[in-house]
């Protein structure tokens, strides 16, 4: 039957190989159906192992972290023991100087870093002024003059800002006396 014509529908000839040809493109048209629906399960398969990885990273976040201070965690532990044994001031002051230089050698690590205070001038960004302080002889107005609480920064950010005290210029109580007046208003006398 190679070579004849049939006619569609709508009356427009076709060959006769048409139906094969129709049958060729839903196999193709279900493979690309089934194709469809197996990139679409790997996708919803790869959010959900991403989420998964994700709640684990938030989870284990600090574990660098609280490895590093395990060490620390022992040292105490040890301090503690031998202030039991032997409660003489000097090997408890060793122990606890030693405790805090391994503190500061982790957050050092971890790119953590004191704020500067003392001498410095006041930054709103970095400091909290718990107090104004009258400045004394070659202060300058708006210095730090005491740092209240260590302030630290990581990475650059600030995670606590320094408590601090600033220098502020002394307010003048020495009027002259004709410039005062008594509680009526009248100036007083000298």
């Known amino acids: 039957m190679a070579g004849h014509i049939i006619r569609d529908r709508r009356g427009k000839e076709e060959p006769e190989e048409a139906p094969a040809e129709v049958e060729r493109l839903r196999q193709e048209l279900q493979q690309?159906?089934?194709?469809y629906l197996r990139v679409l399960a790997d996708v919803d398969n790869t959010k959900k192992r991403l989420q998964r990885?994700?709640?684990?990273?938030?989870k284990y976040a600090a574990e660098a972290m609280i490895r590093q201070l395990l060490p620390i965690i022992d040292s105490l532990d040890q301090a503690v023991a031998?202030?039991?044994q032997r409660p003489e001031a000097d090997a408890i002051t060793q122990g606890v100087h030693l405790i805090y230089r391994q503190l500061l050698g982790v957050l050092q690590k971890e790119s953590v870093a004191r704020i500067a205070t003392i001498g410095q001038p006041f930054d709103p960004h970095q400091h909290e002024a718990v107090e104004q302080v009258e400045?004394?002889?070659?202060?300058?107005?708006?210095?730090?003059?005491?740092?209240?609480?260590?302030?630290?920064?990581?990475?650059?950010k600030v995670l606590r800002p320094a408590m601090v005290k600033v220098a502020a210029k002394?307010?003048?109580?020495?009027?002259?006396?004709?410039d005062r007046k008594d509680e009526s208003g009248d100036p007083k006398q000298a």
């Open 53 to 58: 990885e994700k709640e684990e990273t938030g």
């Open 170 to 178: 002394a307010a003048d109580s020495t009027q002259p006396t004709a």
């Open 135 to 156: 400045a004394s002889d070659g202060q300058a107005e708006g210095m730090i003059v005491e740092e209240v609480q260590v302030g630290y920064t990581m990475h650059g």
């Open 82 to 84: 031998a202030v039991d």
């Open 32 to 35: 690309a159906k089934a194709d």
